[in-house]
């Protein structure tokens, strides 16, 4: 384990944090505290070091803490901006917005794939990346954290990331869930609920990379009609892209009577 950070890696996080808008001077200002203790260097250094890396030097127990950091930062922002909703329909808020796909989003922003210290197995592993850059975020929030003893210093450049994907995720329908949205549809106006079928794809459809992994196809049925079909890599993610489907058909036919 070093002892101290290399001169060039401390320009690199003094880099990276600025764009995240913490400036240590003018944070300095905005709280004494951290002119008095400081960021710890080193434990953001270690956020940003992948245990494929180094088995002793890295940033799984930081991920750890920092999947706590995240869900609390997450839902204050939630309730102090989304307080008059429902419990369940923040849940569900708070579910996409900590997920992997968001927070490698939000690291895509800040690069943070430049800083992450990394083997070049894994950096070539494309399919594993969004899963390093979200584990390193987090692991970057519980260094902020635990440096500072103040929750401000995630939440000033987490929450407007926060509210730009919140408002994006209220627009859709029930949250991204289009099964939910199609049910909420069929039943609230004629009382009856959609059939999912099963039904063989089609390989001529397929490309070669779909060839190697399991493709599931289904159709969505409402009143003997076939409104949408869907495929994906599990009957999931193919009911919810032909409900999606569906969810639009049925609404066009629907406002045009």
């Not at 329909?89 to 927070?103: G, M, N, P």
């Amino acid at each position: 384990m070093p002892s101290t950070i290399d001169p060039r890696r401390h320009r690199e996080l003094v880099r990276l944090l600025d764009q995240m808008g913490l400036d240590q001077a003018k944070l300095e200002q905005a709280n004494p505290s951290v002119k008095a203790q400081g960021f710890d260097w080193m434990l953001l250094d270690q956020a940003l070091v992948h245990p494929s890396f180094s088995t002793t030097y890295n940033n799984d127990q930081l991920e750890f803490v920092g999947d706590s950091v995240l869900r609390l930062s997450v839902s204050l922002f939630l309730k102090e901006h989304y307080g008059d909703r429902k419990v369940g329909d923040l849940a569900a808020l708070r579910s996409h917005l900590v997920s992997d796909q968001t927070l490698a989003q939000i690291a895509g922003i800040y690069n943070l794939q430049k800083y992450v210290v990394v083997s070049n197995a894994a950096r070539n592993d494309t399919q594993a990346l969004r899963s390093l850059l979200a584990d390193a975020l987090e692991a970057l929030m519980a260094a902020l954290y635990i440096s500072t003893q103040d929750l401000a210093f995630v939440r000033q450049w987490l929450d407007p990331h926060m509210q730009k994907f919140a408002t994006e995720l209220l627009a859709i329908p029930a949250l991204g869930n289009y099964k939910v949205a199609l049910q909420e549809l069929t039943q609230g106006r004629w009382k009856r609920l959609p059939e999912y079928r099963n039904v063989d794809c089609n390989l001529a459809l397929q490309t070669s990379d779909q060839i190697k992994q399991p493709l599931f196809c289904v159709e969505v049925w409402f009143d003997d009609r076939c409104w949408g079909q869907g495929q994906g890599k599990s009957i999931k993610a193919a009911q919810q892209a032909a409900a999606a489907i569906a969810l639009e058909k049925m609404q066009a036919d629907t406002n045009s009577k």
